[in-house]
């Protein structure tokens, strides 16, 4: 039997709507573009390269300067984007804007990140492979480890914090049983409305995330098995590309 492979995205797939996460992961049907998807990848592909320059010249002139190639690179990768973004101007200022937000948030110039866009990946049991990217970790001289996420929208509302972290206590986990060491510190920047949250992730915070992790693999795995797929409608649907031909939404 093949193993099932979660990523932080396909564990958010699955508890938001089972049918969602089988039109994705099991089927990969095709889907339309998301421009805040793109929007959210020409921002962390410039957060990234930023910290190639060197500390001094980590400001918001060298970030601004990386905004047409690497915009560029991104139309030549998906050339439907050129059509799809009608005003380029307004494109290109919703980006500045962001990375001004960024440089309000943190100052990039005054530390070394470990790693950026890091691929982390360990098995959770024998049929259940975990992996992911995270968008930096940062090591201090002194051990501690921080991880960080960049959000280009806004920060949850209050009482959803926990579910933003899940993400972030996903990697934390692996990082955890593949180094013996739990990261300090987890940090997510939200450049939409200028907020970073944070929280210190216990031991038993982690163990949590595992048995639900393994849960969840539990549930997609009957669900394989079954065949059965719920469709859970929400207010996601408005951006799901599959609700054309989802059960839930046949007329
Ligand atoms: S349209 Fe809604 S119910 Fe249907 S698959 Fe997408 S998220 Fe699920």
């Not at 601004?64 to 190639?69: E, Q």
Request: with cysteine; hydrophobic share 35%; net charge negative.
């Amino acid at each position: 039997m093949d193993k099932i492979r979660l990523s932080p995205s396909r564990v958010g797939d699955f508890t938001n709507c089972p049918a969602l996460y089988k039109f994705r992961a099991i089927d990969q049907l095709p889907e339309a573009i998301s421009l805040d998807a793109e929007r959210g990848t020409l921002l962390h592909t410039i957060l990234h390269d930023l910290f190639e320059a060197k500390p001094t010249d980590r400001n918001l002139e060298t970030a601004f300067s990386l905004i047409a190639s690497r915009w560029q690179n991104q139309i030549s990768a998906k050339p439907e984007l050129a059509t799809l973004v009608a005003d380029e101007k307004e494109w290109i200022d919703r980006i500045s804007s962001l990375l001004s937000t960024y440089f309000t948030l943190e100052k990039p110039m005054e530390f070394e990140p470990t790693h950026r866009e890091i691929h982390v990946e360990m098995d959770l049991s024998d049929d259940l492979y975990l992996h992911g990217y995270v968008d930096r970790l940062d090591i201090a001289p002194t051990g501690e480890v921080r991880i960080v996420d960049y959000k280009s929208g806004k920060s949850p509302k209050p009482g959803w914090e926990d579910k933003a972290f899940f993400q972030l206590r996903i990697y934390a986990l692996i990082y955890w049983r593949k180094h013996g060491v739990i990261p300090k510190l987890l940090q997510l920047i939200y450049l939409g409305n200028a907020q970073v949250i944070k929280n210190l992730p216990s031991d038993q915070d982690l163990i949590s995330t595992e048995k639900k992790l393994l849960q969840i693999g539990s549930e997609i795995r009957e669900a394989i098995e079954s065949d059965k797929w719920p469709t859970k409608p929400s207010r996601l649907c408005d951006w799901c590309s599959f609700k054309p031909i989802c059960p839930a939404h046949k007329i």
